[in-house]
């Protein structure tokens, strides 16, 4: 039963308001550690997609 309520949770006006968490660092995905190898990937992909081309 508690797998329906969760289902249906929407009709009742309540939601949940989930947070993304970095397996890595354990911090919010929007305040990722500086050291986050993750972090430092996500933001080396633009260049390496540039200089492939």
Known sequence: ??????????????????????VE???PVGEHKTWCSILRTLNERPELARSAK
């Open 1 to 22: 039963m508690s797998f329906l309520k969760k289902l249906f949770r929407w009709k009742n006006g309540r939601t949940v308001q989930r947070v993304r968490i970095c």
């Open 25 to 27: 660092c354990g911090m």
